[in-house]
């Protein structure tokens, strides 16, 4: 029996720019009030990963969180200028679930001002820390779209013990809320009966074997879906000091932490992979050029979208 063509696809690549001790499975007001004296790694982390991008010739959607970026504009200026989407992972990485619609709204202005500053271009993506716009914060949405916000990828069509809206869609599509519509752009999931796998990446990227990740993968990509796929630096740095917590969040940060990097490549030969803005038309088509653009991305952007 002959296999089935698999039909190539550009995907979305993005990357969650945050620290190592700001993920939520060790959040605490304690932890918090370390932040400042923590060591960062992020910076180091991160230019690993635009090294591996630049040499397979990759562009990607960076979520950059406002406090990084406001303590690493270099970092964020260097990736605008390559090429690369940068989006916004709120700024301060709380919970959608733990704030009010008041501290949400601050929070994504913040975030957008920030990184619209520090780099001259529009920010139009969102990506909620922890993935947490849920049922119960679909309020978020139309905050989104009043700070200047066009799309999201925050809905995770699964069943999780901190995220998730199992049954929701899929696959990129329009949402409506009160205030307008806004293009919403899932992490990925791959349908098993009636099981719904994810397979963005993140923890799922370091625990599944390596051949079924791809596998899996690969059935999305014929079903003429486009993947979206998602890391963190700190997935790239098996030497980061060690948090204390609960066993399961000790297992679901540091697990096969050493072999992200050389799967990473992997990937990269697989399947092809460009920013949100670029393997998503409509994406594309909501960008207009800011008064000085001298790279001319988003004026070639407006263009082919």
């Known amino acids: 029996m002959e296999e089935p063509t698999i039909v190539r696809r550009t995907h979305c690549l ?29 910076e180091r982390n991160t230019e690993k990963i635009l ?52 501290q949400f709204r601050e929070d994504v202005k913040r975030a957008k001002a920030v990184l619209e500053d520090t780099t001259g271009m529009p920010v139009i993506g969102y990506r909620a820390p922890t993935f947490t716009i849920t049922q119960e914060t679909l309020w978020a949405l139309p905050i989104l779209l009043e700070e200047g916000y066009a799309y999201d990828s925050s809905i995770f069509p699964v069943y999780h013990d901190q995220y998730g809206i199992p049954g929701a869609n899929p696959s990129p599509h329009l949402l409506s809320t009160h ?58 740095d098996q030497d980061q000091p060690r948090m204390t917590g609960p066993l399961r969040s000790r297992l679901r940060h540091y697990c096969n932490l050493g072999k992200t990097e050389e ?34 991305v988003f004026c070639s952007m407006a263009a082919t979208g």
């Open 14 to 42: 993005t990357f969650d720019i945050e620290e190592h001790f700001q993920v939520a499975a060790f959040d605490s007001p304690a932890r918090r009030r370390q932040w400042q004296s923590l060591e960062s790694r992020v």
């Open 51 to 102: 090294e591996c991008l630049e040499a397979h010739h990759v562009k990607a959607t960076m979520f950059v969180l406002g406090w990084v970026a406001e303590r690493c504009p270099q970092l964020i200026r260097r990736m605008a200028e390559a090429g690369h989407e940068i989006a916004s992972h709120g700024y301060g990485h709380d919970l959608i679930t733990v704030l009010t619609r008041d």
């Open 263 to 296: 799967r990473f490549r992997r990937l990269m030969q697989e399947f092809s992979f460009a920013p949100i803005r670029e393997s998503l038309p409509m994406i594309g088509r909501l960008y207009r050029p800011p008064d000085n653009d001298p790279s001319g």
């Open 179 to 236: 205030s307008g519509a806004l293009w919403e752009v899932p992490p990925s999931t791959c349908k098993i009966g009636w099981i719904r796998i994810p397979v963005a990446g993140g923890g799922y990227f370091r625990f599944f074997p390596f051949w079924l990740l791809v596998r899996l993968m690969r059935k999305v990509e014929r079903e003429g879906e486009s993947l979206v796929f998602y890391l963190h630096p700190w997935e790239f």
